[in-house]
């Protein structure tokens, strides 16, 4: 993906300094009549787009969430590429539009004025299975996870949990679980949490896209069921 910028864009992060300065000055000074006045000094170049940096202190700090004591997530021991940040949007999408990039291991959510909440994820073999348009269709907070027959074939210590492991801190699916569907029909695809923070910005060996449980949160109480979605 590329990332264009518009002139308002780059000036997002100096109009408020810039207005100060010239608003401070009563006079400009007049234009020089001599011949071998000096030519005047060529704007600066633009500067490229960066991230806007977020307190990771603070939203990856531990919190209390429907009774569950969720802890912190050490977030300085993460690639700094996976963490949550404000950027530039590359997508291209309508605001409110959620894009997974999978060769990143990122997961947009669309704002206006051309800007984007950037996440990491992680991703098993799910999440690599299938490209395309579908919706959130539905969301859970502290879902319940029912492990596949073939994933019960695999390892049979999951036997126990056929008919679906209880919410908690150590559920695969986290604190949130977003469910998407193509077409009217479950995709088995899903955005969750995850109690293994180790694997964001990495291949999991299973399960769907996983964000940190604090980032989910954070996009499932900004994203509305119907929600559309662009995996690329």
């Keep these: 993906m590329t990332i264009q910028l518009s002139r308002r864009s780059f000036l997002i992060g100096t109009a408020l300094a810039g207005a100060s300065a010239v608003s401070a000055c009563t006079t400009m000074p007049a234009p020089s009549t001599q011949a071998n006045a000096a030519p005047p000094p060529r ?24 009774g569950y004591a969720l802890p912190a997530i ?19 999408e309508a ?37 395309g348009r579908a919706v959130v269709q539905w969301k859970r907070k502290w879902p319940t996870w029912t492990p596949p027959d073939a994933m019960i074939k695999r ?15 150590d559920n695969p699916l986290g604190s949130r679980a977003l469910y998407i569907f193509q077409n009217g029909e479950d ?36 994203v509305p069921s119907k929600t559309p979605l662009l995996v690329t």
């Design 155 to 169: 390892d049979p210590r999951l036997e126990k949990w056929r008919q679906g492991m209880p919410p908690g801190l």
């Design 43 to 66: 704007p600066a170049p633009p500067l490229e787009p960066q991230p806007t940096e977020v307190d990771h202190a603070a939203v990856y700090a531990g919190m209390e969430d429907q």
């Design 74 to 92: 050490p977030f300085q021991k993460v690639d700094r590429r996976f963490l949550r940040q404000l950027v530039v949007d590359p997508t291209g």
């Design 187 to 222: 995709t088995l695809y899903r955005i969750h949490g995850s109690p293994d923070w180790q694997s964001i910005g990495k291949a999991a060996s299973s399960g769907c896209v996983r964000m940190f449980n604090q980032d989910v949160i954070h996009l499932y109480d900004h």
């Design 95 to 131: 605001p409110g539009s959620i894009v997974v990039d999978t060769t990143e291991k990122h997961l947009y959510w669309v704002l206006k004025d051309g800007m984007a909440m950037r996440y990491g994820v992680g991703l098993g073999r799910q999440g690599y299975s299938w490209k």
